[in-house]
């Protein structure tokens, strides 16, 4: 037997390490409390949610009851300005119009849900930026990662069932909470369940 020192043990074992990046599921939620810019957080809402597919993409957003039909009417005349959101294959689609099935069940769809018909886009693998509202999280639609245009809005009353809201995902990559208070924003910034925070912004990952 050859004998190796510690130092040699250390050596070879840090010279097979290798650089390592975990890009974890996400479901990303955006908190919006009733001291937010409604204009800023729904343009932040559009520019994460509706690209076409992207692992930091908002996916779920929590709105407090009081702002909930101005986010909404607001939400919907934005999407409608934008294009058709690219994916990257056909499956891509399928497994989305499945998604969309699943939350007509349960959900109420806003807009989208569906391919675009428009003969500019009808060849390709689009689909129309989608939002549904539901009344909790138990939908898949508010559950999986899902990997395209699909929103979930759902609302609350107070700081700490958006809290529950947003840790109850197996999906904590990101989170975004907006208000212009600074205790509200220290309270969830130390309590969110994620490995990202972001405060007023959408802290996309490129």
Known sequence: WKSISCDDLRYEFGRR??????????????????????????DATIGSAFPGQACSAISRVLIHQS?????LQLLKLRASEREPCLLIDRSAIQRIEGYVDLGKKTGELLFGGRKPVDEKYIHGCYFEPTCFIFKDQSSPVCRDEIFGPVLSVIEFDDDEEALDLTNDTEFGLLASIWTENKQRQQFFVSRLETGM?????TSRIN
């Open 17 to 42: 390490i290798k650089r390592l990046q975990l890009n974890l599921g996400s479901k990303t939620a955006q908190i919006i409390c009733s001291d937010t810019d409604i204009s800023k957080a729904v």
């Open 67 to 71: 702002m909930r039909e101005e986010y």
């Open 197 to 201: 925070v972001a405060v007023n912004n």
